[in-house]
């Protein structure tokens, strides 16, 4: 199974402002794109599994904590999977990339947070493959 990747980036300043940058991220296959806004910092999207998509995650705005966790069973994983997390914060710039075989979850640490998804699926592709699991497995989302 390939492994979960962190692209870091990095940002510069002068006069005119800050420029942010991923230049080590080249879009590979991704068909679509979409933006999240969590305005509460209570939830919780967790978990989602993909089999086949490949996601890449980047906050533009705010610091998101970003987990995931290999599934060992599509129908019934075990309850003791080993999670791991990321936090994606605006001012370090990286992309989190997701291979298929995971699940993953997202908490907002700020209020207002932005975080970008690109996918290599199209909409009913991604569809046809998700998986939910309870948001309460494999991490503590409030010692986060």
Known sequence: ME???LIKG??????RG?????????FPGVKRFYQIVHPDVSVVRA?????????YFYVP??????AWVAIDNWDQPRADLKAEYVILKEEEPAVLSIPPGYANGIKALEP?????VYSDLDLQQSGEDRWS??????LDW???
């Not at 705005?61 to 970003?66: I, P, R, W």
Request: aromatic residues 14%.
């Open 3 to 5: 492994s979960v990747k």
């Open 10 to 15: 990095g940002s510069f300043t002068d006069t």
């Open 18 to 26: 800050t420029l942010g940058f991923v230049n080590e991220f080249t």
């Open 47 to 55: 978990w989602q599994g993909h089999k086949v998509e490949q996601k």
């Open 61 to 66: 705005k705010g610091k998101f904590a970003l």
């Open 112 to 116: 207002g947070s932005v975080l970008m």
């Open 133 to 138: 699991f309870d948001a309460g497995l494999w």
């Open 142 to 144: 409030n010692k986060i």
